[in-house]
């Protein structure tokens, strides 16, 4: 988006800046006794009937350091290194359109649910940054965690976690809002290709082995996904290519030299 210094600023890197000036706003406000003022920016149905539709936007800039801590530090800079992986992969439109889903939607949700579930407090970013990592799993599925695990099962191993912490508390409101912006964000990566991992029970053997080798026989990756990045290269170097890129690339190289093997020399 612009650059400080030698430092470049894109959506992700701006929406952490936005979230810690808020942190520190909302921290001095309350201090101050403007603990109102701050409150207005918290999301409730009541609110929302009272027609006050702004808090579907400032309710995940409300952050309560005294309940937060540390966790808001660990928050943002997970977002920052996710964020940026999947700002990289479906672009800074597609990232800003999917940030405000993410809190408008459930929102919404909860708000026409507020017969059968009661009033829902919505404040903080926690769920909707969760659900920005949930992208990167689907984008990435592959992707080595602690313990050698992969990306789709530590996603699927944290949700399951959170409902049940949600269930046992029996927030409800929490659990809809959970799954709510997960599936947003799962459904929104498979909207510009990528599919979520899927889970499976049957068992493995030798001939069902044998058979997942053959999908070697896909294609290059589309133009599409290759053409900006070489474009990049040529305007700013190798240097300036995110993880994310140079792997999309690496994919390619490889492909084609695969395909060349295949259809080995030309007689």
Known sequence: MFTLGQFRVDLTTLLVGVHTLA?????VGTAAG???WVAEGVFSPIHLG??????????PFVHDIRQEGIWFALEMLMFFWFGREVESA?????????YAALAI???LLLAGLAPWLGSATLAGSGTIHFAIFLSFCALHP?????FG??????????VAVYSLTYFAGRDWSGA???????LLAVGWVRGVGVSWPKISFSRRSKGAGKKKVAPKKTGLLPLEKVDPILEKISREGMGSLTPAERKLLEDARAKLMQKDRSSGPVR
Request: aromatic share 14%; proline share 2%; charged share 5%.
């Open 142 to 146: 592959g992707a080595q965690f602690f």
């Open 50 to 59: 009272q027609g006050h539709v702004w808090t579907l936007v400032t309710y």
């Open 149 to 158: 695990l992969a990306a789709k099962w530590v996603g699927w191993i944290l």
């Open 90 to 98: 479906m672009g800074r439109r597609a990232l800003g359109l999917l």
């Open 34 to 36: 403007l603990g109102g």
């Open 23 to 27: 942190m520190a706003l909302v921290a």
């Open 176 to 182: 809809i809002q959970l799954w709510a912006t997960a």
């Open 105 to 107: 939607g459930p929102a």
